[in-house]
């Protein structure tokens, strides 16, 4: 079954026009955003061209779109999270859950420290993503021109880093080496994260981690020294300033040189240092990725594809290998690439604020 978008004009079963300004991104009135005016606008052009060549799915599209908005509607009756409320367990504000972030470091799982609002949203998010994924296989199936293909891909991938983005922001914020100035900042764009399903921060840098992704699949690592000095220098020439200031200035970091092993390689620090030791003592120079798994003796999967959920696989066993680390105060990097360069872009984002609102 194809799952999919919103519709804004003469469908019946979803008729945009009754609920949206098409103006704005497509929300309903508590501001959850369900379709971005671009969205819009490609899943309206698409969804005329569906129903002419392939009703059955046009049929299944509406459906799903229509189930898609009904959740946003269900998840934008829950308190905002932005304004002062009464609740059973005393006043809420978004001061005080800044604060409670901040504050709670209890480790495991966060989940049940979580207001409803935010985990219900991640299950909307997730529906959307599988919608535009789905959009995407059927613009392949009816022979749709590459640059539409590209373009539900590319809103996939992005909604992906706004789950990711979540993951991170939580991260940051229970790092005890960031200042408390820093992490309200954190936590507020957490908050609005969770408020309305989209992230700015994230949308600006998506792109940049998408680059390396690819990049690093189209590389091949020598195996052997395991240092990815040239992959590292390829990869940077392809990308924008903004990843060329984080390499200049946070590679002589240990530990976002280790975090950026773990990514290029698709290994574990810790299966990085024991296959290096392993080939020292082989005296063999360097294998390929698809050696890895029998010199480890386990199953690696090294060479993850291109598909958006191999790279959300792979960064959320980095954060769990992370945390572990940082929990045990063990060797190897406490935060994942992801990690460490979004922090690194906040921060230079804020420094340049500063300079601005300084020089008026």
Do not use: C
Request: no cysteine; charged share 25%; glycine share 4%.
């Amino acid at each position: 079954m194809i799952e999919d978008p919103i519709k804004k004009d003469d469908f019946v079963s979803v008729n945009i026009s009754d609920f949206f300004d098409e103006t704005e991104p497509l929300q309903d009135e508590y501001g959850i955003v369900v379709l971005t005016p671009k969205q819009s606008e490609m899943y309206n052009t698409f969804i005329q061209k569906v129903k002419t060549v392939d009703p059955e799915n046009y049929e299944a599209l509406i459906e799903r779109m229509e189930d898609l908005k009904s959740l946003a509607v269900s998840l934008a009756k829950f308190p905002s999270l932005l304004e002062r409320h009464k609740l059973t367990g005393g006043e809420r504000t978004a001061q005080s859950l800044i604060e409670s972030l901040i504050n709670h470091q209890a480790e495991g799982d966060y989940t049940l420290m979580l207001p409803s609002k935010a985990s219900l949203g991640k299950g909307f998010l997730v529906a959307k993503i599988h919608t535009f994924s789905s959009l995407t296989k059927l613009a392949k199936a009816i022979h749709e021109p590459e640059s539409v293909i590209q373009g539900f891909h590319a809103e996939t991938v992005g909604m992906m880093f706004s789950l990711l983005a979540e993951d991170v922001y939580l991260n940051l914020i229970h790092d005890p080496a960031i200042p408390v100035d820093f992490k309200r900042e954190l936590a507020m764009s957490l908050l609005l994260l969770w408020e309305h399903r989209s992230d700015q921060n994230i949308a600006d840098i998506a792109p940049t981690l998408q680059t390396i992704w690819n990049a690093r699949r189209r590389l091949a690592p020598a195996f052997g020294t395991m240092m990815g000095t040239s992959e590292l220098l390829l990869i940077s020439m392809q990308l924008d300033e903004q990843w060329t200031a984080f390499i200049k200035a946070k590679l002589g970091d240990n530990g976002v040189t280790q975090a950026m092993e773990e990514f290029l390689f698709g290994i574990s620090h810790e299966q990085i240092l024991k296959l290096r030791s392993i080939l020292r003592t082989k005296g063999i120079s360097a294998i390929g990725r698809d050696e890895v798994s029998q010199f480890l003796g386990i199953h690696i999967k090294a060479d993850a594809g291109l598909d958006y959920r191999d790279f959300y696989s792979m960064y959320t066993l980095r954060r769990d290998n992370a945390r572990v680390r940082s929990r045990m105060n063990l060797p190897g990097p406490h935060k994942t690439l992801e990690d460490y360069f979004i922090q690194f872009v906040m921060e230079v984002n804020k420094e340049k604020q500063n300079n601005d609102t300084f020089a008026k």
